[in-house]
């Protein structure tokens, strides 16, 4: 059964502490992107990656957010120093060619 | 304006009406089209794709295409309570991501 893995899926952390969200895509698919849903602002890209290369970052605040791909299985999306307005769930979704197929996501809580 | 546009909603229909959902695009060289199917709390799931213009029917869902109205529907017939969850539409220029709408909440009142 393929799809798209994200650990943790649930972190409540204190503002100013660093957050770490990691994701493993769909076995074969060369595209993964990090997404950021909130209420107000809906599904915002946030950053992906093609074959491991990133493509387009330019939805993240670069002070604080990074993203990266270490390796074909593992992405990961960072967050130092982590704020309030960070709270939202982050969904890491993978695409063979086309559509997205999406991870559960990770509820981030910024208190 | 934003790229993808779609009416908030609710969305409220009677069990096996038929649900008609909306969505404009800004993006003239957009030529990828989604709908996608949120349940409260889960994660989207793609239901249907379309690419040329006019209908695709996959059993009870029919997503409609006109690139000249730049305008994108989805019809659900027979709705079920099942149904009821919010609908996210998405587009796509080439090999770029995925640009969603704010989604619509349909409910399907039994």
């Known amino acids: 059964d393929a799809r798209v893995t994200q650990t943790p899926r649930h972190k409540v952390t204190e503002m100013g502490q660093e957050v770490t969200m990691r994701c493993q895509p769909i076995?074969?698919?060369?595209?993964v992107f990090w997404y950021r849903q909130t209420m107000m602002q809906g599904l915002e890209l946030l950053a992906y990656?093609?074959?491991?290369?990133?493509?387009?970052d330019s939805g993240m605040p670069k002070d604080r957010f990074s993203a990266e791909m270490p390796d074909a299985t593992l992405a990961t999306l960072k967050i130092q120093p982590s704020e309030p307005r960070d709270s939202a769930v982050y969904f890491c979704a993978s695409d063979p060619e086309e559509s997205a197929f999406f991870g559960q996501g990770t509820r981030l809580t910024v208190v | 304006q934003k790229e993808v546009e779609q009416n908030s909603g609710p969305l409220s229909v009677p069990e096996g009406a038929i649900a008609s959902l909306n969505c404009t695009y800004s993006?003239?060289?957009?030529?990828?089209f989604f709908w996608y199917r949120q349940y409260s709390g889960k994660s989207p799931e793609l239901i249907m794709f379309i690419y040329s213009n006019g209908d695709k029917e996959d059993g009870r869902f029919t997503a409609q295409l006109n690139k000249a109205s730049q305008y994108v529907s989805l019809l659900i017939r027979d709705s079920q309570p099942s149904d009821s969850a919010t609908y996210l539409c998405?587009?796509?220029?080439?090999?770029?991501?995925?640009?969603f709408g704010s989604g619509t909440r349909l409910q399907v009142q039994p």
């Open positions: 993006d003239r060289g957009s030529q990828s």
């Open positions: 076995l074969g698919h060369n595209t």
């Open positions: 990656f093609r074959n491991r290369a990133p493509l387009d």
């Open positions: 998405a587009v796509k220029a080439g090999r770029r991501a995925l640009t």
